[in-house]
């Protein structure tokens, strides 16, 4: 992402004062500033003039280039929310009529996907618009969750005296 951010000044023009920056091979920008999930680099540009108003105004402007870091969410929700679908698909080598052991693995891990999901709502910028890290927790939440719709078939089945087939569907 790249942000400019311009600094002009609207009660001075050109004639009475310039702007430019301190120095600019001498950066006055704090080497210590780290962001969680991105990487950034500032560049300050040379000062300008406007040309669109009758009278020239003097400005600055200063544009950062932030990059995120893919490590930092691959590492915290993907590998993680994928573990735990993995953890519930495990739930169907569990035979069908232990039915306490199933349930409890089901709802853990679609309750625990759930949290993380809105742990990781709280933890992103706020956006506008679905992004790709709401639809994979989405895409997550709704394989646990067919993994328990399959438990709820098959253990119907057997109820109604439909074993072999729900062995099929098992």
């Known amino acids: 992402q790249h942000c400019e951010i311009k600094y002009e000044s609207f009660g001075h023009s050109t004639s009475q004062f310039l702007l430019k920056w301190k120095n600019i091979s ?3 920008i704090n080497t210590n500033i780290n962001l969680a999930q991105f990487t950034f680099s ?32 691959i590492l915290r929700t993907y590998i993680p929310s994928a573990m735990f679908v993995v953890l519930a698909w495990f739930s169907l080598f569990i035979e069908p009529e232990s039915v306490p052991g199933r349930v409890a693995m089901g709802m853990t891990t679609l309750l625990t996907l759930t949290a993380m999901f809105s742990s990781v709502r709280q ?10 890290l709401d639809i994979w927790m989405v895409v997550c939440i709704f394989f646990v969750f067919i993994s328990i719709g399959e438990f709820i078939l098959v253990t119907t089945m057997i109820k109604i005296g439909l074993k072999n087939k729900a062995r099929r569907v098992e």
């Open 26 to 28: 001498e950066s006055n």
């Open 42 to 73: 500032v560049d300050l540009r040379d000062a300008y003039s406007t040309n669109i108003y009758e009278v020239s105004y003097p400005g600055l402007s200063i544009e950062i280039h932030m990059k995120r870091q893919v490590g930092y969410h």
């Open 123 to 132: 933890n992103v910028p706020k956006a506008s618009y679905v992004s790709l």
